[in-house]
């Protein structure tokens, strides 16, 4: 299983840009889709991005358009950069990861491993 950890998240103004990065570690990405996740206050943890082991990629609706998933696998690494962010995009953010999975919609049960979580503020 591979251990997943955030780093990136702060506070910032609507309509400016952040990037998120996650670093696996415990064995190779190569083989693995690996996605993002979020969960704002009182809400339910919801689908954000997923690119697939071949460099696919899927969005959720709210994020088409504005934010930008890729990896590198040298550096068992994946990205989400995201632009024009809105107060609606403030939420903690977790970085996901699915054995051979592909690049659609994922549900939570689609996940293999989380890592904790990187908290993103939008401020008016």
């Known amino acids: 299983q591979l251990q997943l950890r955030e780093s990136g998240g702060g506070l910032v103004q609507a309509g400016d840009s952040l990037r998120l990065s996650c670093v696996a570690s415990?064995?190779?990405?190569?083989?693995?889709?690996m996605g993002w996740f979020r969960q704002a206050p009182g809400k339910e943890r919801e689908f954000v991005s997923v690119i697939s082991w071949s460099g696919s990629t899927y969005y959720a609706d709210s994020v088409k358009g504005r934010f930008d998933i890729s990896r590198d696998d040298a550096k068992s690494a994946v990205y989400l950069q995201m632009n024009d962010l809105k107060p609606d995009d403030a939420a903690v953010y977790y970085c996901v990861a699915r054995h051979a999975g592909g690049s659609y919609h994922w549900t939570q049960a689609d996940v293999n491993s989380w890592g904790r979580g990187t908290q993103v503020t939008v401020s008016f």
């Open positions: 415990g064995r190779p990405i190569n083989a693995y889709a």
